[in-house]
């Protein structure tokens, strides 16, 4: 599942911008044009990187920055600054404040992709590697391709989705809630018991014989995969 980014950049015109060129990429993109927007959506969605703008309507981005680094749910997501600022005041402004790094406008498309690859793999390389593992099972995307002790896994799209998503997340429970907005997206009208469902088809196919049961059901909190 690729790396999904919330853009908050109140120019309409830099907006449609960063969501074509970020999704020609491959980054899965999710755009606001205000702060109170972008504070909605970051409440409601979990997102792998911020692209924030400094200069926003109402509420600046510093001020949007060091709201999301004292919050819980976001505190660790890689946040890039876009600024028209280039004063060496200013770039230590956001940086101290809780920025990763950042841009200045007029900017580089290759260079802000560049920017925005080298935050993922520092902070969350899973999500840009092409092969994911966990005990016996690997993951190739490149190939869309499962296998469990050199077997090959057949899966459905959506189990394939469900066993990746839990596969770059290794040692985290997911809630049913976050599996939704992973797997089929926020806007999707899913209800939380059709993840078991879904949940079941995937460990019917991961299991044969005596192997383990790669998925745990953690009551009351969602799924997490186990030590194989």
């Not at 999704?23 to 755009?31: I, P």
């Not at 819980?72 to 890039?80: C, D, E, K, N």
């Not at 985290?172 to 899913?190: C, F, H, K, M």
């Amino acid at each position: 599942m690729p790396a999904k980014i919330l853009a908050i950049e109140d120019d309409p015109s830099l907006n449609e911008l960063l969501e074509y060129n970020l999704a020609a990429a491959g980054y899965g993109v999710v755009t606001a044009t205000s702060a109170e927007e972008g504070q909605l959506l970051l409440s409601e969605q979990t997102f792998d990187l911020l692209l924030l703008d400094w200069m926003l309507p109402e509420m600046t981005g510093i001020e949007l920055c060091g709201s999301v680094r004292r919050s819980g749910r976001h505190a660790s997501m890689p946040i890039l600054m876009l600024t028209a600022r280039g004063d060496e005041p200013d770039r230590i402004r956001g940086l101290t404040t809780g920025a990763d790094d950042y841009v200045v406008k007029p900017f580089s498309v290759p260079e802000l992709l560049a920017r925005i690859k080298a935050l993922l793999r520092r902070a969350a390389p899973e999500r840009i590697n092409n092969l994911l593992s966990h005990g016996a099972i690997t993951l190739d995307r490149d190939a869309h391709r499962v296998t469990r002790a050199g077997r090959e896994v057949n899966l459905g799209p959506t189990e394939y989705k469900l066993l990746e998503t839990l596969m770059e997340t290794t040692g985290r429970v997911l809630s049913r809630a976050q599996l939704i907005d992973r797997v089929w997206g926020n806007t999707a009208e899913i209800d939380e018991r059709t993840i078991d469902v879904h949940i079941g088809r995937l460990r019917k196919a991961l299991i044969r014989g005596e192997e383990p049961d790669p998925v745990r059901t953690v009551r009351g909190a969602g799924y997490v995969l186990s030590a194989d």
